[in-house]
């Protein structure tokens, strides 16, 4: 198969997949709990340990052009591990993983990453973190409550710079399930996974009401051609690095 034949493929099958999302909504049962388990959010979420998804392969290679080799890396909500154990890998950064879940911070320390337990919907809790060169926030921002309060915490720990991921809310997929009368689907486990939500033109006006310097934003995923023509419509996540 040629280079564009691939490139064709994978354009059809994610318009197919994402089509096919219109009208879907993920199986689940509320007249158990009502509240979002976390550790089940991440057996949900994550099929194999350690092994990134494509979407998260995406995200850490656009942090390594934009971090330096070495770097010392604090990664908020760091799952099990797999991204901070590529960027060491790939740029010999000096990485540590902070979450919640005590079983997914188990799988991260097997692949020896250094981890720790913290709920950080307490900003309480942010001042005994660590001092990093850059402090990572990958699809993090959009389950709290408060990511105001939690970034302006977390920048006085960030020696460079802060960089977070979150989903296009602006994505087509979103806009077209709005029109079909139904609410954008972002969410995995339980439809309380996401608070916030962000557009690429809200991230604009969002940074510039901090009085940050948004130094990089970088729209991915979604159908490749559309996307370079039109990101904030066909780009389906978003990265943005604050500088310090």
Known sequence: MSFWQKIKKNFLYKIKQDLLS?????????????????????????????????YQKQRADIVLKIIEKGAKVLDVGCGDGAVLKYLKDQANIEGIGVDLSEKILTQAKQIGIEVIQMDITKLEN?????????????????????????ILKMKNKARQGLIFSFPNSGYFRHRLRLLLGRFPLQWVYHPGEHLRFWTVKDVKWWA???????????VYEGPLGLRKIWPALFGEGIIIKIKK
Not at 22 to 47: C, F, H, M, T
Not at 127 to 136: Q, T, V, W
Not at 208 to 218: K, T, W
């Open 22 to 54: 219109l009208i879907k909504y993920p199986k689940i049962n509320l007249s158990s709990s009502g509240q979002v388990d976390y550790d089940e959010y991440w057996r949900a979420r994550r099929r194999e340990v350690a092994v990134l998804s494509r």
């Open 208 to 218: 510039a009401a901090f009085g940050f310097d948004l130094d990089r934003l970088i």
């Open 126 to 150: 942010l001042e005994a973190l660590p001092e990093a060169d850059y402090i990572l926030g990958f699809e993090i921002l959009e389950h709290l409550p408060n990511p105001e309060e939690f």
